[in-house]
């Protein structure tokens, strides 16, 4: 079976804390990714889920955000907030538009991004954005020679464009994600879009993004942009080099989002009770096999959605408005012990390295290909709910 992905891991240096601004102690954080797409409720500190006028089936899964935001402190996070910003509750997780649609079917690489300091949104900010982008990365690539960014850019060999998703969260506030593109003199590849138009290829496409919830803990600090989730396409030598220009340019730290064994068993449960109309695809566990096992380095269990989503029935009623990790746990043991029965391997002591369903494929090492346009924003609100609970995790 071929690989869904196919980008190489690479390794980054340990995450570190670069704010010198005194920031509140953190309670021990409630771990909110293992009852998402649930909220929690503020009294009795029990996870349950606001009913709808007109609440999603088994297949559609969970496609409305129904939280109650307060209206000031939400925007603050993502950045130059919009007067009276609060969430569309309205707005259905399955609105569509271009930029959604960019990032599926692509596989991406997941990295986690601690605030950006004195970042700014204003279009004269940005325009410098790219031109000292433009001029690292071609310094870069003539070995650290320097020259006058002004003059000597229009001949450069690599040009930053930096672009403002307005509309790619579902929060009413100015700016909810950014997005930067690479573009390469050296490699021009051009596709042609519906209207028969030519647009070129960029060699590298960054977006940074925040997708959270009411409940999650905030760092609500002056002159600090939040957007943890950054996902890249492109080669690893280069997103390297932007990187680094973040960190020394905006104070921040960039590493790349690993996924525990738990954390794939809790993305493959959660979903699994979500098979949308006409998807022909599988729920694939793949697990890596010791070292010590001669002949053998993964095994791949491969089980028909629908069986999938009719044993996740029988953990969990649609009745229930609570998702626990032990309906998970249950859930994953089921299926061990279904493959022990016939091919007597204990899928228990093996790890679990990669998962795929009809709706998202998931590496341990952080690349991520999500299949169904409609749940982007909300594989991304888990995403998002994952690194904060990593980032507070390594700050107590």
């Not at 071929?2 to 771990?31: V, Y």
């Not at 006028?53 to 559609?60: A, G, T, V």
Request: charged share 25%.
């Amino acid at each position: 079976m071929s690989d869904p992905f196919k980008e190489n891991k690479t390794g980054f240096s340990s995450f570190t804390a670069r704010s010198k601004t005194k920031l509140p102690l953190l309670r021990t954080p409630w771990s909110s990714k293992r009852y998402t797409p649930y909220t929690r409720t503020p009294k009795t500190g029990r996870v349950s889920r606001i009913p709808t006028k007109n609440p999603p089936s088994s297949e559609q899964g969970v496609l409305r955000d129904t939280t109650n935001l307060t209206p000031v402190n939400k925007a603050k996070v993502l950045g130059k907030p919009t007067p009276n910003a609060t969430i569309k509750k309205e707005k259905e997780l399955t609105e569509i538009n271009e930029d959604i649609l960019s990032v599926v079917g692509k596989t991406w690489r997941i990295n986690q991004c601690s605030p950006l300091y004195n970042f700014d949104y204003e279009k004269s900010s940005l325009q410098k954005y790219q031109k000292l982008l433009s001029a690292h990365l071609e310094s870069d690539a003539a070995k650290g020679i320097a020259f006058e960014v002004d003059e000597d850019l229009k001949n450069s060999t690599f040009r930053a464009e930096f672009d403002v998703l307005k509309d790619f969260s579902f929060y009413d506030t100015d700016y909810t994600g950014l997005r930067i593109k690479v573009f390469s003199r050296k490699k021009q590849n051009t596709v042609k879009n519906a209207n028969g138009m030519e647009l070129r290829i960029p060699v590298l496409d960054a977006i940074f993004c925040y997708f959270g919830n009411e409940f999650e803990d905030k760092r609500e600090v002056e002159c600090f942009t939040s957007l943890p989730v950054c996902l890249v396409k492109g080669p690893m030598a280069l997103a390297k080099c932007v990187f680094n220009w973040f960190e020394a340019q905006f104070d921040c730290r960039m590493i790349p989002m690993q996924f525990s064994p738990m954390d794939l068993s809790w993305y493959a449960s959660l979903w699994a009770g979500i098979v949308p109309k006409g998807s022909k695809s599988e729920l694939e566990l793949c697990y890596s096999v010791p070292s010590s096992v001669k002949g053998l380095n993964r095994v791949i269990y491969s089980i028909n959605a629908l069986d999938a989503q009719k044993l996740w029935n029988c953990h969990h009623t649609n009745n229930s408005a609570i998702f626990t990790d032990e309906e998970s746990s249950c859930f994953m043991k089921a299926l061990e012990s279904h493959f022990y029965r016939h091919f007597r391997v204990n899928l228990g002591a093996l790890t679990l390295t990669r998962i795929g369903n009809p709706l998202v494929f998931i590496g341990c090492e952080g690349r991520i290909k999500i299949s169904q346009a409609m749940y982007v924003r909300h594989i991304l609100q888990q995403i998002t709910a994952s690194i904060s609970e990593k980032e507070a995790l390594g700050r107590l």
